[in-house]
């Protein structure tokens, strides 16, 4: 056994790796990005398996099953709200069942660090009726995603990891153990994998049959652990993943530890509960993200004769991240004592746009392009280009998910708003920006879309993107954009007069535009020349 | 360097800064000295140019949370003054405040200088570097988070060699004048700071 410092992110990918995984998939996003970086490493050392940046969270997804299908390990990894992109593949493959173990893993964002949402994994592993390891450290992080695999290969459906900002991107020592091989290649039978109406129900029955023994499985998982204190039934605890540490923070020193259920799988491991509940007045539930444990419980009549507390009864925060200090709060120690917070409460820093960059030169000409104009939008995308939101730039008026841009732009512009502009990265256009093109396209809206390539996909540490230089051009006029409305800029000051020209005549142009804005990212271009 | 089971950090700056940097030298230094270590930093958006942190905890027992809890930290020591203030209420009593005195100024809104010096002071026992000229010093402006490291040397729980160790880990890659540079940021932030 080797010890080795790693993320939260790359322990579940070295999990992976000794798990005997033939191919992994994912397209970046905060959290989760570490994830395929640490894979993209190791494959083109081991030149043994295959690591691949995705166009979308639902083509990762569909090419992760495709390899499930010939009977060999794959991983899909994303983050939160990229789950909603591959819903419809995640959805159905709970039903398809799988050939080689499948394991899709999701880092959410509680506290929304670098997210739009804080939505709760979780529930899409119940939704889909799939099971699902919450790990609380690194080591489990590793440990479960090998035995994810195991799981899913056992009973025949995907497997879900569920991490969380502070597990994805904290360090901490793992011990790892002796890799599997690979699987051989087998394939997938017809009729599983044939989704018609009359597979589909036998698939379905299939599933709903096997949860009674999902729940069986997650009671006696090893990574939960119900300790019970005889001295003192005053209160019990169930805490989840990360928020079993900070309870356990909370009686570092051992003394007057409550009742502690840790919950680690899903399904909800009932018995388990059942046993802490019963011997207990008082439940307090912690877990990170939504209360999908302390929902269950409550129910509608809540546990009669019980007091039952978490983030529904107000004692800890529904929105935004757990710390150990609001879980202290919620087990009714008083706060540590601390330092004083300065006099003044310091100037908030917010996130900005490099110095140089060239997003900055594309909305200083923008604004021009627009002034005047009073009932001018510009809606916005998901990329280091949202912050034109902030001043100097005051730039963009909406930033909702990936892709939503175009297409807010073109229902904007049948609602009458002129000129209605849509601002989007080389790489969000092809994760889900083409389609809604094509529908401005077909219809040709009166409307500007000016895609920023700068090369890369910048905000998550600069993976490749598909849909940039000559390929992304190709791509607009294949959707039928007319040639002579696909304008290719240079977002540099000395030609910022140009390219406000540029902006006010396709503005002017009652049909649609293309604005392709082409500068590499200033902090890709400095990698790039530190490795040459 | 101090002897204790356990010394729980907060790494404060700005996007850019190096606070990874540092992070990766004490961690891997307190790892070979037999420490637990968990370290929770800050990835994406916010490393634009914004306010990072990162929680740094080594201990010789079982580190639960990855967050250090307010009134635990042992130390914070930033990069940057303005950040300094940002996680004071996480020094536990008679938790110590190393910070440099350059100012990174990005925002409209940034305090003047003194009164902000005046706020670190009010912590007892708090140090304040002037990691940008001693980093010039060194050779690059660049090495002002090395400064920083040297600074808090004395205060650590682990051992200078192993510091300097880590540090030629992390630059020598980058050659040979980037590695000088940071050797002696750090010999002149831990001189500073005696």
Known sequence: ?532 | MTTSRKQDIILAGVGGQGILSIAFVIDSAALKEGFNVKQAEVHGMAQRGGAVQSHLRLSKDRIYSDLIPRGEADLILSVEPLEALRYLDFLRPGGKLITSSTPFVNIPDYPDKDALIGQVRRVPGSVVIDSEALAKEAGTSKAQNTVMLGAAAKDLVVGEDGLREFIRVLFAPRGEKILESNLKAFELGRRAAL
Request: hydrophobic residues 40%.
């Open chain 1, 1 to 532: 056994m080797t010890k080795e410092i790693l993320l939260g992110d790359e322990a579940v990918a070295l999990g992976a790796v000794h798990a005997g995984l033939t191919a992994g998939y994912s397209y970046p996003g905060t959290p989760a990005s570490e994830i395929m970086e640490y894979l993209v490493r190791a494959a083109r050392r081991a030149k043994t398996f295959v690591a691949a940046w995705s166009v979308n969270e639902k083509t990762a997804f569909e090419e992760a099953l495709g390899v499930s299908f010939a009977g060999r390990r794959a991983l899909v990894s994303m983050k939160h709200v990229g789950l909603n992109v591959a819903a419809d593949p995640f959805m159905s493959a709970a039903l398809t069942g799988v050939g080689g173990g499948f394991v899709v893993v999701v880092a959410d964002d509680p506290g929304m660090h670098s997210s739009q949402n804080e939505q709760d994994s979780r529930f899409y592993a119940q939704f889909a009726q799939i099971p699902c390891y919450e790990p609380a450290d690194h080591q489990e992080a590793y440990d479960m995603t090998r035995e994810a695999f195991d799981l899913s290969e056992r009973i025949n459906i995907p497997v879900m990891i569920r991490l969380v900002t502070r597990l994805s991107h904290s360090r901490a020592g793992v011990e790892t153990g002796e890799a599997r091989p690979q699987n051989g290649l087998r394939y997938g039978d017809r009729q599983c994998w044939t989704l018609l109406p009359m597979n589909a129900r036998a698939q379905f029955k299939r599933l709903l049959e096997l949860q009674p023994e999902l729940i069986k499985i997650s009671e006696g998982s090893r990574f939960n652990n119900l300790e019970l204190n005889p001295a003192d039934r005053s209160l019990g605890v169930i805490a989840s993943g990360i928020a079993h540490n900070y309870v356990l923070e909370n009686f570092r020193d051992g003394a007057n530890k409550p009742s502690i259920l840790k919950v680690a799988t899903y399904p909800v491991p009932e018995e388990l509960i059942k046993r802490l509940v019963a011997h207990v007045d008082k439940v307090l539930v912690a877990e990170e993200g939504y209360p999908l444990i302390e929902r269950s419980l409550k129910g509608f009549y809540g546990i009669p004769g019980k007091t039952l507390i978490g983030k529904l009864s107000g004692h800890i925060p529904l929105a935004g991240e757990l710390s150990p200090e609001s879980v202290r709060a919620a087990l009714g120690m008083k706060p540590l004592e601390r330092q004083a917070p300065s006099e003044f409460k310091p100037a908030g820093r917010p996130p900005q746009l490099c110095i140089g960059c060239p997003h900055a030169d594309t909305f200083k000409a923008l604004n021009k392009a627009l002034e005047g104009q009073a009932k001018s939008n510009v809606f916005s995308d998901i990329g280091c280009y949202t912050l034109g939101y902030f001043p100097p730039y005051s730039a963009i008026n909406t930033c909702v998910c990936m892709g939503a841009s175009v297409g807010m732009a073109k229902g904007a512009a049948e609602a009458g708003v002129f000129p209605a502009v849509a601002v989007i990265g080389d790489s969000t256009f092809g994760h889900s920006g083409i389609t809604a093109l094509l529908s401005a396209a077909a219809y040709n809206t009166n409307m500007v879309v000016i895609v920023l390539d700068n090369c890369t996909v910048a905000m998550t540490g600069g993976q490749p993107t598909f849909t940039s230089g000559d390929r992304l051009l190709k791509i607009v006029e294949g959707v039928g954009v007319p040639k002579e409305h696909i304008r290719v800029i240079t977002p540099l000051p000395k030609f910022h007069e140009q390219n406000i020209r540029v902006m006010k005549e396709e503005i002017a142009h009652p049909g649609l535009s293309v604005i392709v804005a082409v500068r590499e990212c200033l902090e890709e271009a400095r990698k790039k020349n530190k490795r040459e």
